[in-house]
């Protein structure tokens, strides 16, 4: 058996069990990594836990246990009192609201996880308080971040106009903005006519639920100290670029010592199942990705006869291994592998361009992703599983159907 075959199959076989049994895909991806990586790709554990997502972990934790210890001291409570206030109580337009900020964040230079792992805490326990269906305000908040994902002064939008730029290929950055933002508003519509009021949720009374309470609204010390915590992780991360899961943690532990009480069960309320689950699909990942599997099924598809369907092709493998890796990562693996399609001179190196971008990023609701990671580990723990299996299935229409969508409109030739 082939190395490639070995690995793909081990991902097949990873996906068959944790769907019949109820086993956490983490600890199957754990297993997967050293069994596979250790009889077919020739890695020693050491190589193997490299793989292991150690920035993805600490964001994790340090995001989950923060916002655990602001839902205990009520500073969450306090943030969607007023949320609701100036919105006027019109608590409908907050996932648009959350979308546009979101937008705002990434397109003016902030890392998408690092806009999602500010933005979901909030915006998820504003949904569970006043019955919006929390599938549709994560959806909104996660393309949300993609849609301004590729502004000129963006993360993404500088890497990938970098990469054409050493590629020799012309770009043009406001195309290939105005094409995620456009393909990530029309995700935002569908989804807001599909996911409407969260079934059985609170009536339009409760709406002004914690507007009514005596204490939603009062600030006292923990509260203050937690939103000056929550804006240095806020600047730090954006403004500085610094490790949002450490400034996360750091800000957690700065508010323990300063009021022990109030953090107390806060690092068992941790998204620790999340945890397990996306670090163990991802090492798995890093093992396939080492074992060279990746880059022969691009390779292969780069060097087909036929050039628009080898750019569909191109789309669907990074949309495909973006689920479960950084788009970053695959953003500067894929785009150069088109550069013989574009030489031939028959296809538009913008509108490839833009299809590639599209189709690697569109998919990052994914469970497996950090921002869908950040999503899940922000959903209440008994709800859980059925959003890891909504997201799963989310993140599956959107892996077969996004990455064609993105060739048929950005790459076909006008």
Not at 118 to 144: D, E, K
């Amino acid at each position: 058996m082939s190395v490639h075959v070995a690995t793909i199959l081990g991902l097949v076989v990873m996906f068959v069990f944790a769907t019949a049994l109820p086993i956490n895909m983490g600890a199957l991806g754990l297993t997967a990594a050293f069994v596979v990586g250790s009889l077919f790709v020739d890695m020693s554990a050491a190589q193997i836990l490299t793989g292991f997502p150690g920035d993805l972990f600490v964001t994790l934790v340090g995001i989950t246990y923060l916002f655990a210890i602001a839902e205990s001291n009520g500073t969450v409570d306090l943030l969607v009192h007023y949320g609701v206030k100036v919105t006027g109580g019109r608590v409908a337009v907050i996932p648009w609201v959350m979308f546009f900020i979101a937008a705002l964040l990434t397109s003016i230079g902030a890392v998408s996880p690092g806009a999602m792992a500010i933005l979901a805490p909030v915006a998820m326990r504003f949904a569970y308080r006043h019955g919006i269906n929390p599938m549709l305000m994560g959806l909104m908040v996660t393309h949300g971040c993609q849609a301004g994902g590729f502004s000129p002064i963006s993360i993404y939008g500088g890497i990938t106009n970098q990469v054409m730029e050493r590629a020799g290929l012309v770009g043009n950055d406001m195309v290939l903005f105005l094409a995620s933002f456009a393909f990530n508003f029309a995700i935002g519509v569908v989804i807001s006519i599909i996911f409407r009021a969260k079934p059985g949720a609170a009536k339009a009374d409760a709406t002004n639920e914690m507007m009514t309470r005596s204490d939603a609204g009062v600030l006292n010390a923990q509260r203050a100290l937690t939103l000056v915590a929550l804006l240095a992780l806020a600047v730090g991360t954006l403004a500085f670029n610094l490790n949002v899961g450490f400034v996360a943690i750091s800000a957690a532990v700065v508010l323990a010592i300063a009021f022990p009480a109030a953090q107390k069960g806060a690092v068992e309320k941790a998204a620790w199942s999340t945890v397990l689950l996306i670090c163990g699909v991802i090492t798995y990942v890093a093992v396939l990705q080492k074992a060279g599997t990746v880059d022969w099924i691009g390779e292969g598809a780069a060097h087909m006869g036929a050039p628009l369907l080898a750019v569909l092709l191109l789309c669907y493998v990074a949309g495909i291994v973006s689920a479960f890796a950084s788009s970053v990562g695959v953003l500067g693996a894929t785009i150069p592998l088109a550069v013989p399609l574009l030489a031939q001179g028959h296809l538009s190196a913008v509108g490839v361009v833009a299809a590639i971008a599209v189709a690697t990023t569109i998919v990052d609701a994914s469970p497996f992703s950090t921002n869908g990671a950040l999503l899940l580990a922000n959903t209440k723990a008994a709800e859980r599983e059925a959003v890891f299996k909504r997201l799963l299935i989310y993140g599956g229409v959107m892996t077969a159907f996004g990455p064609f969508f993105a060739w048929l409109f950005l790459a076909l030739p006008g």
